[in-house]
């Protein structure tokens, strides 16, 4: 688990250590504002009573859940196939630790970015006070329902990475496979079960209403669990297979 | 020490490596030679764990790459052939990065830190940025990485590649010092480089060994021996024939002055430094007239291109 925390550390630096990190930090940050600006501005001109949590912080909330499909994969490119490309993943691949350290590491570096990117965001709801006073326990699960979301899409993003070195392979592929999952679950003849579990953008929607399902954090884990250990078998035949 | 056995390796179809044999003892440093695509560098790359053998085995201090990935790997100091570098990280901080993944700690890690960067010279530039700095100090840069951990068995895949000539100097003298207690396993297309450092040769050619010999035996084998005649070369040919300490006497080339001359072991056993000089002697005493005498050994660059040209069809031992 250290060596996860070396990788994880380096890769979180890394990102700021590269105009592509701070870019796209600061694309996220000012997309979100606009939105900010323009949901919060139309529901004030409408002079209707405001509901701060499902006016506003859901709105904003599932703006940024489709923005993280298209930005995600980015950084999980650059982290798992450019590092194949360019040969620096002997780095870890040479170490003395297990294939397991080093998914989990890539997985928790990505994920710190966007953690922190995340907490950023709360200085739009922070606004909010200014002429509200939403649920702080509602903006808290909001804002953790966001983060294992944002995980569920960089376990996938992460698994697509790591079977090829092509970047542009690697973040259209992810990118379409999260997209093909969101749609397969707006098919009729799709069960139940499978249009809840899959529908990324509803499986996190009870939070965003003070919710914290555990059926629905078990299926977050359940994808975390599934889609890392796929990515530890390409790893792992990558010295096998040719 | 490093123990191939049998190292087979398929990529598809297509086999790269044909059951490879050899071993490196502690304090050698062995040269891998060969032309591109001749499976040196997948070789490395098992010994270093990052590939799996399709057969065989490769053991490192005793233990296997296959069965004992970790330990096998903790032992190893790899340095590829195309340097792996964070080019946005700053010297101290990508090689300290290094040192934390091979478990080094606290004191021990900043002391091999700047152990490494003295050794590699780059400690004057620890805070400079990777991608800003030219290929040779990048070069120096991944060698510092490969040595933080103070491996037993160091793998340098061109390690002087893109080095200038003092550049070159400092490590070589850097791998024989580091060899005296090691295991030193290193490639390069520079055969003079080979041969200024490494004490045995092993060429591979299309997946086999065609040819290993030992570079510090043979500095001291005596070669052949050049006799430049004024006049009179196939009374000279046939002089030399009719000794007894001659092994074997013939015209350097049709139209030339010149023999080749291969002295018996007896010869050499009387360990005078003027054998020749006395043989030169004898010549003059018969009335043979010498211009000159050179020795002739077979170098390193005659050994590669024999054994390629040879195609490896059958192992040969030189």
């Known amino acids: 688990m250290k060596a996860s925390m070396i990788i994880a550390s380096r890769d979180f630096k890394g990102f700021f250590g590269t105009a592509m990190g701070w870019i796209a930090a600061f694309l996220i940050f000012l997309s979100a504002g606009i939105v900010f600006f323009i949901i919060t501005s139309q529901l004030l001109m409408a002079k209707q009573g405001v509901d701060p949590v499902s006016d506003i912080l859901q709105g904003l909330f599932s703006y940024l859940n489709y923005i993280y499909i298209f930005v995600v994969p980015v950084f999980t490119m650059r982290v798992m196939s450019d590092e194949l490309a360019s040969g620096v993943f002997r780095i870890q691949a040479g170490a003395p630790i297990s294939s397991w350290e080093i998914v989990i590491g890539k997985f928790m570096g990505v994920m710190f970015y966007f953690s922190t990117i995340a907490l950023l965001m709360l200085l739009y709801p922070a606004f909010v006070f200014l002429f509200a006073e939403p649920d702080v326990k509602v903006m808290a699960t909001g804002w953790a329902g966001t983060v294992l979301h944002i995980g569920v899409l960089v376990s996938i993003s992460l698994f697509v990475a790591s079977l090829t070195k092509n970047s542009v392979i690697a973040y259209l592929g992810a990118a379409i496979f999260i997209l093909l999952m969101l749609f397969s679950t707006f098919f009729p003849a799709a069960p139940d079960w499978y249009r809840r579990s899959l529908n990324l953008l509803e499986l996190g929607s009870d939070f965003g209403k003070g919710m914290i399902k555990t059926s629905t954090v078990a299926i977050y884990f359940a994808f975390y669990g599934v889609f890392l250990f796929l990515s530890r078998l390409a790893i792992e035949s990558k010295r096998w297979r040719f | ?318």
């Open chain 2, 1 to 318: 020490m490093i123990e191939v056995r049998g190292l087979v390796k398929y990529y598809g179809e297509r086999k790269v490596l044909r059951s490879l044999d050899f071993t490196v003892p502690v304090g050698r440093i062995c040269g891998f030679l060969g032309p591109n695509g001749s499976g040196k560098s997948t070789t490395m790359d098992i010994l270093a764990g990052l590939l799996g053998p399709s057969d065989g085995d490769a053991k490192i201090c005793g233990f296997s790459v296959v069965k004992n990935t970790r330990e096998a790997k903790a032992l190893v100091g790899y340095l590829p052939d195309n340097p792996p570098l964070y080019e946005e990280m700053r010297v101290r901080a990508y090689v300290e990065f290094v040192g934390r993944l091979r478990g080094l700690r606290g004191a021990m890690l900043k002391n091999s830190v700047d152990r490494v960067l003295q050794e590699c010279d780059v400690d004057q530039d620890q805070q400079r940025v990777i991608g800003h700095l030219s290929k040779g100090f990048k070069q120096r840069v991944a060698l510092c990485a490969a040595m933080v951990h103070n491996p037993q068995v160091l793998i340098l895949d061109e390690p002087t590649e893109g080095l200038d000539p003092s550049q070159i100097l400092h490590i070589r003298n850097l791998v024989r010092k580091l060899a005296k207690d090691r295991t030193v396993i290193m490639s390069s297309h520079i055969l003079s480089e080979v041969q200024a450092t490494c004490d045995d040769v092993i060429i591979i050619n299309q997946g086999e060994i065609v040819a290993q010999t030992s570079l510090a035996d043979d500095a001291e084998k005596h070669g052949q021996y050049v006799f430049h005649m004024a006049s009179d070369v196939e009374r000279a040919q046939s002089w030399f024939k009719e000794r007894n300490f001659v092994a074997d006497a013939r015209r350097h080339s049709e139209d030339s002055n010149a023999l080749v001359v291969s002295f018996t072991p007896d010869f050499w056993n009387e360990k005078s430094p003027d054998n020749v000089a006395k043989v030169n002697s004898l010549m003059v005493q018969n009335g043979l007239a010498v211009s000159g005498i050179r020795e002739e050994k077979t170098g390193i660059e005659e050994l590669f291109f024999q054994a390629i040209k040879s195609n490896g069809a059958s192992s040969q031992r030189i």
